[in-house]
């Protein structure tokens, strides 16, 4: 008979399967789904619900999406935007966010946006240790 | 178009980073509880003070 740490030895053996970099790829394309992958649902929860509020906030804001670099702060935001994975790439893409900032509060929204794809980089890197075993 | 005040977007961006930083940088539920209030603590914190210091500079 098959005791409780038992069948969370092997709901863990089953979440390491498959390919290593799998949870970091898939956490920076969509929020929080490394964590899904390990089976680690309520992490994977709040990370979502933080990183997609920060990045609604900061559209609902009239945050600037960066489009190009054509200076070395852009480049830094576009490098920060793109760290949104899928969300970055769909807004493009439906031409949400603002073209140029106007008002202080679409600049705080275009920092909300650059900051929640970072968090989402910290995010993916975290489920890949958990992947990887570096964290418990 | 959503405008909060200077605070409410304080607070909000340090809600939603304290809890990443809480999950992502300690290993057990109660620490990560524990560091992300204390992350939370000292963006919202730090924000206040170094507002007064300007308010105080600008006087």
Known sequence: MATEPDKSAGAQKDSQQGYVYLP???????????HFLLRKWGRGALLAASILGMFAIGLAMQGKLYAGAHDMLDLLGLAGDLGNGLLYIVSRVLG???????????DYGTKFIVVAGLLNVIAAVDAHNLRTGRKA | MFRPSHFAAVVLF??????????????????????????????????ILVSWVMFLIAR
């Open chain 1, 24 to 34: 970091l790829i898939a956490g920076w394309l969509v929020p929080g789904a490394g």
């Open chain 1, 96 to 106: 949400l966010g603002a073209d140029q900032v106007q008002v202080t509060t679409a």
């Open chain 2, 14 to 47: 340090a809600l939603f980073a304290s809890v990443v930083f809480g999950i992502t940088q300690r290993e057990t539920p109660r620490r990560m509880i524990r560091y992300g209030i204390y992350c939370f603590a000292l963006f919202v914190g730090s924000a």
